[in-house]
């Protein structure tokens, strides 16, 4: 049986680091594009092939057929350094919810590029030449608790856009302002999403009426399905001259926008 190193492995090039962070996620699209949904992004899961030379996305336990409500499996709760609540340092801040705990949030796109964002933070932050930095930071989001977790991690997000969280060391400047900007891409992206779904109801009315109503950022789905791929590529950790070879990778199997 084969066996993968992780992507931390990557953390002593930063460049070879975002080139394979890129590349899976421009795999995890494709294979969203086809329906078969991952849904379970994480640092173990994404990992580095020395044989090859490539990056792998593994550990498909989670995966889900389109629509599916989630986090059905963290429903029963668990303690911190469980599988499950490993995962809660990375889910989408939507799923850490009383709702999403319910069943009664369904799983989009969205919520898996949020995941892909918390994990790159992660590592940028916590990991430098292969190994885990001495008295790494982010400890905070480990926690038993899934609401303390959504509200440090946030926190972090937060901190990092404003500039008042220390830039690691090792981690240049192309890297670390693009980070930042996309951070700051994703957070807007999320609140249009929320205002979306929010007025959704009055959008499909009046598009009943008049299909001529439809354009860009009314539905959504501009925001939380693949439709939204080529708006998140502008993100500037996407346009970094490392990931650039990887875009267009997905582009003829992604639903145009409005």
């Known amino acids: 049986m084969a066996t993968f190193d992780p ?27 086809v329906d078969i949904q991952h ?18 996305l593994c550990d498909f336990d989670f995966s889900d057929e389109p629509g599916s409500l989630r986090p059905k499996p963290l429903k029963m709760g668990c ?11 990375f889910m989408a801040a939507e ?17 898996e590029v949020e995941a892909f964002m918390a994990v790159l933070v992660w590592i940028i932050c916590r990991y430098q030449d292969g190994k885990v930095r001495v008295s790494p ?32 060391s090792g981690i240049p400047p192309d890297i670390w302002v693009p980070l930042r900007m996309a951070l700051a891409s994703m957070r807007k992206h999320s609140q249009d999403a929320i205002e979306a779904q929010k007025g959704e109801a009055e959008y499909k009315s009046f598009v009943a009426f008049d299909p001529d109503f439809a354009f860009d950022g009314r539905s959504p789905d501009d925001y939380n399905s693949l439709r939204a791929l080529p708006k998140i590529l502008t993100w500037s950790i996407f346009k970094h001259k490392a990931a650039k070879k990887f875009i267009g990778l997905v582009t003829e199997r992604i639903p145009k926008s409005l």
């Not at 303690?79 to 340092?89: F, M, Y």
């Not at 799923?95 to 919520?111: E, P, Q, T």
Request: aromatic content about 12%; some cysteine.
């Open 95 to 111: 799923l850490l919810s009383l709702d999403a705990m319910d069943g009664l949030v369904k799983l989009v796109y969205r919520h």
């Open 137 to 168: 930071p982010l400890g905070e989001w480990i926690q038993t608790d899934y609401l303390q977790c959504r509200e440090r991690r946030r926190r972090t997000f937060s901190q990092i856009i404003m500039g008042i969280f220390p830039q690691p």
């Open 7 to 33: 992507i931390t492995s990557l953390s002593n090039d930063w460049n070879a680091f975002l080139a394979a962070f890129s590349a899976l996620f421009h795999c995890h699209a494709t294979l969203w594009s």
């Open 79 to 89: 303690l911190a350094g469980s599988p499950n609540a490993g995962k809660w340092i």
């Open 39 to 56: 849904t379970g992004i994480t640092q173990s899961n994404l990992m580095w092939d020395c044989g090859s030379a490539m990056p792998r």
